[in-house]
C-alpha cells in the first residue's frame, strides 16, 4: 500500500519504520529535521562540544516497553540517569528536594515548620489512599484539585508538593494542573511510583536522543520530505488526498495522523463527527525552551539542586510553568561545565 505519516516525531518515525520494509512509505514533516521532541543541541562549551538534550531526555523499562524493546532492536545505547525533584521559591525562602534526610532539611527551618511536616504526612496519605480511592471509585469525575479539597489535603502538600510535581511533568501551569482529572493523576504517579523508596530505575541515550533518531529513520530517510508542512487531508474514492503547503498534491491508501491532536483536526478537510469529539477537546500547553549555564534559574541551596527543579514565583497567578533541569545530573555531563535546561 501507499502509505503517507504525517509528522516525524517517535509516533511519526516508529510507524514508518514498522511499515517500510512491506509498504511505500512517505512522511511529512515541518520542520527542518525529524525527532519531534527529540531533539539534541551541540554546546561548545569552552572549546569542549556536549550533546546536550532540550526535549525527551528519560524512559524507564518498567513503564516504556515498547520503547526500550525498540531501543534494543535498533542497538541503542543507553545509560541509567538520576531522577530527582526539588522545590525552590525563586526568593529561597522554602526550598525542599526528598530524595535523603540531609536534602529534605538542606533548609534547617523546614526542621521546626508544622506546616512542612503536615505536607510529609500528606505525602504519605495520598500514597496510601490514592490508588485505593481510585480502584473503589471515589475519584471519578474529580479534578485534581476537588480530590485533594475533598479529602482536606492541606496547602501545603498542593501548593509545594503535589501540583508543583505534576506541572514539571506536564509542563503545565499549577491553575491547569488543578484541573487535570484526579484518576490519571493518581494512575500516572502509581505506575511510575513517585512517591515510593523503589522507584523504577530510569535511562537516557548515551550521546542525545538523536543517535536512536538517526538509527530508526535511516531505513527511509529518502522519503522522509522536510520543511514540509501538510496543508490539507482529504478523503477521495480512490483513497486519500494529501496536499502540502507548496501546493504539491499526493494520493495514497492509508494516511496516519502522527502529530498533536490539535494540528491533526484542522487539517481533515471532512472530518467526521466522531473524529471532532475525539480530537476536539484535546488542549495543549505552549513553553519556551532555554538551554544555558546560569545556576540563579536553579535552587539558591546547592544541596536542593536536582534533576527536575519547579521555580515558585511569589507572585504567581497562574502563569506557566517555570522548571529547570540539571542536565548534568541527567545525562552524566562533567559538572564542572554546569548546563541546565529551563522552561519559561
Not at 45 to 54: A, F, H, L, Q, S
Not at 189 to 210: A, C, I, M, Q
Request: charged content about 20%; hydrophobic content about 40%; glycine content about 8%.
Amino acid at each position: 500500500m501507499r502509505v503517507a505519516v504525517v509528522g516525524a516525531g517517535i509516533a511519526g518515525m516508529s510507524a514508518a519504520w514498522a511499515l517500510h520494509r512491506e509498504h511505500e512509505i512517505t512522511v511529512y514533516e515541518k520542520e527542518p529535521r525529524p525527532g519531534g521532541h527529540s531533539h539534541t543541541v551541540d554546546v561548545d562549551y569552552d572549546g569542549t562540544t556536549i550533546p546536550v538534550d532540550t526535549g525527551f531526555i528519560v524512559y524507564n523499562e518498567l513503564n516504556y516497553p515498547n520503547l526500550t524493546a525498540l531501543f534494543a532492536t535498533l542497538g541503542v545505547e543507553t545509560i541509567p540517569t538520576n531522577m530527582t525533584f526539588g522545590f525552590s521559591s525563586l526568593d529561597g525562602r522554602l526550598e525542599w528536594q526528598g530524595n535523603t534526610i540531609s536534602s529534605l532539611f538542606a533548609q534547617r527551618s523546614n526542621l521546626f515548620s508544622l506546616s512542612f511536616h503536615r505536607m510529609w504526612l500528606d505525602i504519605l496519605r495520598f500514597r496510601r489512599n490514592g490508588l485505593t480511592d481510585l480502584n473503589a471509585g471515589r475519584t471519578r469525575g474529580h479534578s485534581l484539585g476537588s480530590y485533594l479539597k475533598a479529602n482536606a489535603y492541606g496547602d501545603a502538600f498542593r501548593d509545594h508538593c503535589i501540583v508543583p510535581m505534576g506541572a514539571a511533568i506536564w509542563s503545565t501551569s499549577a491553575t491547569e494542573m488543578l484541573s487535570f482529572p484526579a484518576e490519571s493523576f493518581i494512575r500516572f504517579f502509581e505506575n511510575h511510583r513517585l512517591f515510593y523508596f523503589d522507584k523504577p530505575l530510569w535511562r537516557t541515550v548515551k550521546g542525545g536522543s538523536r543517535e536512536y533518531v538517526k538509527r530508526l529513520t535511516a531505513p527511509f530517510a529518502d522519503r522522509i520530505r522536510l520543511n514540509t508542512p501538510v496543508a490539507q487531508i482529504k478523503r477521495t474514492t480512490a483513497g486519500v488526498e494529501i496536499t502540502d503547503t507548496t501546493g504539491h498534491r499526493g494520493s495514497f491508501d492509508q494516511v496516519i495522523l502522527a502529530c498533536h491532536s490539535d494540528e491533526a483536526l484542522p487539517l481533515l478537510a471532512d472530518a467526521t463527527e466522531a473524529e471532532r469529539q475525539v480530537l476536539g477537546p484535546m488542549r495543549y500547553a505552549s513553553n519556551r525552551v532555554y538551554l544555558h549555564r546560569d545556576p540563579s534559574l536553579m535552587p539558591k541551596r546547592k544541596a536542593v539542586w536536582s534533576s527536575w527543579n519547579y521555580l515558585a514565583r511569589e507572585t504567581d497567578t497562574g502563569g506557566a510553568v517555570s522548571v529547570s533541569y540539571w542536565m548534568n545530573r541527567l545525562q552524566s555531563i562533567d559538572e564542572a561545565k554546569p548546563l541546565f535546561v529551563s522552561l519559561n
